[in-house]
């Protein structure tokens, strides 16, 4: 009878990661497609992947078939690839904060670390400007994400000094100072949007909710190698990660190198949140949901857990993307608003479920 | 042999070891024991490399510890340690495996493990509702798990490995760190139950204010002198062959 039952969970394993990674990218695909597809034009599937294909092959479109091919490669591609990167990169970095600090409530929009990213951006587009004139282009472009990347670097590294004493994470310490490092950002964003000009601030209106709507290639191009960075960071983590679970203390006895491990986690952290606040605005919930779903849908190992978080995250980014494009067309809603309505009630419900669990 | 020599260790002002020194040899079980505040979570903490000691120096088969990598040591030696809340939801067999080296065989291992501290029909079930002792029994897996996939039969420190485990299961588990010994492990073990300490023990170390108060077989060391010593209770010391016992029913303050 042990035995059996034991076979059986091993033989149920390997298939449950198939299970999951699968379900995982087939949802991508569903909304990659979906996010080309819909819009004030709606293009049939099958002439998007027609139109990809001929791209691909380095066929350019002509007569009838140019405007489809002009809203799909130029329009919507870009927006559609930094869809899937912004959200598979903040779901990545939400699933590493919550596991190195051990709690399944930390996520870089709620503690602190997207407002430091956003006021490094916003003290970039404010002073950069001025520097950018200086610098090489290529310098200048990258100085955004980079800003963000050193700000959200600096909020996650000051709060993990705040909150960890002797090995041990204060859960409370931690979402406290994630409150006063929050509101400090806040404050220095809104006090350098006091001395900027008019058209900066035309800029900074979108970080309060963010957008996907500024997406352009170089976005893309300057969003892709920090969430490179997070996905290779990850591969190194996930056994780390499993075995903090259990403690510093504990991972240390397993044979982890937990110092590095902390500091690999906050650089892909910093990585992950940064560069999506620079080019997408600070977009709370995706981080602290989709993690949750894949815990309560595969189980809590990292080794599963990371990259479902990353498919689904980048998959139901776009999927709110276009909920937030059409809903109210041709008006556009803020990302940050379609992910914020459905995540903070899915987030209670979520709470209210776990209190039932824990009171019997 | 796993060697800790003239430890000092002193926090704040406060001196926790004050020249310390155990010895853990292959297929042999040493027992710290010694009243609170003696330094055996210390001394267990800088066995297992948590801590660096000050003064003097911890060697395992004649390396020195301090310049060991996480890795390599964990392919040495596992550690039970006294209670370990665990963040997420995982279950029995993940936790066991969380020290696995990652192999073809890890599976198996956990199986094998589990069975040995009496839970494979729980291998499947969630960690957190677990009872305090099941928890213990499944981080003592998680450690054997670690200590077979490592290289040769390894060291097992444990912190007061009975502590949350009722009569039965401590028993269980004394016989595992005989059976252990028996395969060549090397065992160290902070117990605070004296009976249970002369029961499983080759050897008992007694700490006392950071320094080693007293040293050798159970039948050496628990006598009425020295537990009146290391204590400050007098008690009968009996005898149930071939240990010694003491019960707490006639033991009195000094």
Known sequence: MAVS?????????PRRTLLALGLCALLVIVAFLASLAIGPVTIAPGRIVEILAAALRGERASGAALREAVIVLDVRLPRTLLGLLVGGGIALAGAVTQGIFRNPLADPGLIGISNGAALAAAVWIVAGGHLAFYLPPALADAGLPLMAFCGALIATVALYAISTHEGRTSVVTM??????????????????????????????????????????????????????????????????????????????????????????????????AGASVAVAGVIGFV?????????????PGHRLLLPCAGLLGGALLLGADVVARTIVSPAELPLGVVT????????????????????? | MYRALDIGVAVGGRTLLDGAAVDIRPG??????????????????????ERRPQRGQVTLDGAD?????PARLARLRAVLPQSVHVAFPFTVEEVAGIGAAPGRDSAARIRRALARVELANLAGHSYDPLSGGEKQRVQLARALVQLEGGEGPGYLLLDEPTASLDLAQQLLVLRLIRDLAGEGVGVLAVLHDLN?????????????????????????????????????????????????????QAASRA
């Open chain 2, 28 to 49: 042999h079980v040493a027992v710290l024991i010694g009243p609170n505040g003696a330094g055996k979570s210390t001394l267990f903490k800088v066995l297992a490399g």
């Open chain 1, 340 to 360: 914020a309505g459905f995540g903070a009630p899915f987030f209670l419900w979520l709470l209210l479920r776990r209190r039932a669990a824990l009171m019997g």
């Open chain 1, 175 to 272: 979402l406290f100072a994630g409150i006063a490092i929050a509101a400090l950002a806040a404050a220095g964003t809104g006090l350098t949007v006091f001395v900027a000009s008019d058209q900066q601030l035309r800029d900074f209106t979108f970080w309060s909710f963010g957008s996907l709507g500024g997406a352009t290639w170089q976005k893309v191009a300057a969003a892709l190698p920090f969430m490179l960075l997070l996905a290779v960071i990850c591969t190194r983590l996930a056994r780390a990660l499993d075995a903090v679970a259990l403690g510093e203390a504990e991972a240390f006895h397993v044979g982890i190198d937990v110092q590095r491990a902390k500091w690999l986690a906050i650089l892909g952290i910093a990585a992950g």
């Open chain 2, 196 to 248: 249970l300490a002369a029961m499983v023990a080759d050897e008992i170390v007694a700490l006392k204010q950071g320094r080693v108060a007293a040293q050798g077989t159970p039948a050496d060391v628990l006598t009425d002198a020295r537990i009146a010593e290391l204590y400050g209770v007098s008690v009968r010391i009996g005898w149930a062959p071939p240990t010694p016992f003491l019960l707490p």
């Open chain 1, 5 to 13: 039952a034991a076979t059986e969970l091993r033989a149920r394993r």
């Open chain 2, 65 to 69: 510890l301090a310049g060991l990598k």
């Open chain 1, 287 to 299: 981080g602290l949901v989709v993690p949750h779903l894949i815990r309560l849908m595969f189980g």
